[in-house]
C-alpha cells in the first residue's frame, strides 16, 4: 500500500431500481440525495515528527492545516488525515421506508455502530435502491490549496468538492430530484449557489441538516466509515511515524 496523498473518488454499484423504467435518464425514477462531511480540519502530510505528535493531541482550528502547532489541549483524533465527502442515494418511492432503518448524525454513533448501519446501507435488499459516492481529500491537496498566495480556503474546497460529487453521480445516470445538504458557511448563500448551478434539482441546504434529514444521516455513515476505515490503515509518508 502506499501512502494516500492524491485526492480519489469512488463509488458504490448503481442500484438497479434507479435505473429501471424506459431508457433516457428523464425517464429514470426520481431519487432523494443527500450530502455530508468527515473530519473536517485534518492535519496529517507534510508535517515532521515533532509536529505530528503536537497534532495527535491538539485543538486546531481548519486555518492551522499544514502550520506550526502548538503543544497539545485536547485529544481530537478526529482531526488527524482526509477531509471525506460522501453522498448517499435512494429511491424517492422507498425514502419513507429507508427512514426506518435508524440513520443518526455519525457523531452521535460509536464506531460498531456506524459499520452496522454502513452493512445495512450494501445489504444486498438495500443496494437495489440505495447508492453512494465518496470523494476523500488528502491532506496534501488541502495544504496546497491553503496555503497558496490566493488561498483556497475550507469552504471553497468543501463547495467545489459537493458540486463535483453531485455531477459525479449524475453523469452515472442517476436522476437526482431533490438534494438535502450539511451547510459549509451560510445556509442561504450556498442553497443559492446550488441551486444556480443545478436549477432542475430541489435543494435544501441546512444547519445540522445530518440530524433532520435521515438521507444526510446516512451520507454522513458513508463518510465516517471509511474515513475510519482508512485512518486504521493509514501509512505516513514522513519515515519514523507508527500508529499509537
Not at 502550520?67 to 418511492?93: F, H, Q, T, W
Request: glycine share 6%; proline share 8%; aromatic share 6%.
Amino acid at each position: 500500500m502506499e501512502p494516500l496523498t492524491k485526492s480519489i473518488t469512488f463509488h458504490s454499484e448503481i442500484p438497479a431500481a434507479c435505473r429501471s423504467g424506459d431508457a433516457g435518464q428523464d425517464r429514470y425514477p426520481p431519487c432523494i440525495l443527500g450530502v455530508d462531511e468527515a473530519g473536517r480540519g485534518p492535519v496529517l502530510g507534510n508535517l515532521d515528527p515533532k509536529q505530528l505528535a503536537y497534532a495527535k493531541g491538539a485543538l486546531l482550528s481548519p486555518t492551522t492545516i499544514a502550520r506550526p502547532i502548538n503543544p497539545p489541549v485536547k485529544p481530537i483524533d478526529s482531526l488527524l488525515g482526509p477531509m471525506v465527502y460522501a453522498a448517499c442515494y435512494c429511491l424517492e418511492e422507498r425514502y419513507e421506508e429507508m427512514q426506518k432503518l435508524g440513520f443518526a448524525d455519525s457523531k452521535t454513533l460509536d464506531p460498531s455502530q456506524r459499520e452496522k448501519l454502513f452493512e445495512i446501507i450494501n445489504s444486498p435488499d438495500n443496494r437495489e435502491h440505495i447508492g453512494w459516492g465518496v470523494t476523500v481529500l488528502s491532506p496534501q491537496d488541502i495544504s496546497r490549496g491553503m496555503l497558496k498566495t490566493d488561498k483556497y480556503n475550507l469552504n471553497a474546497l468543501a463547495h467545489d468538492t459537493t458540486i463535483k460529487l453531485l455531477q459525479s453521480i449524475l453523469s452515472r445516470g442517476i436522476r437526482v430530484t431533490k438534494v438535502f445538504i450539511d451547510t459549509v458557511g451560510p445556509p442561504a448563500a450556498y442553497q443559492h449557489k446550488l441551486q444556480s448551478i443545478f436549477p432542475n434539482i430541489e435543494i435544501t441546504v441546512s444547519k445540522k441538516a445530518d440530524s433532520l434529514y435521515p438521507i444526510v444521516s446516512a451520507a454522513s455513515i458513508c463518510a465516517k466509515v471509511p474515513r475510519d476505515a482508512i485512518l486504521d490503515h493509514w501509512i505516513f509518508e514522513e519515515s519514523g511515524i507508527q500508529h499509537a
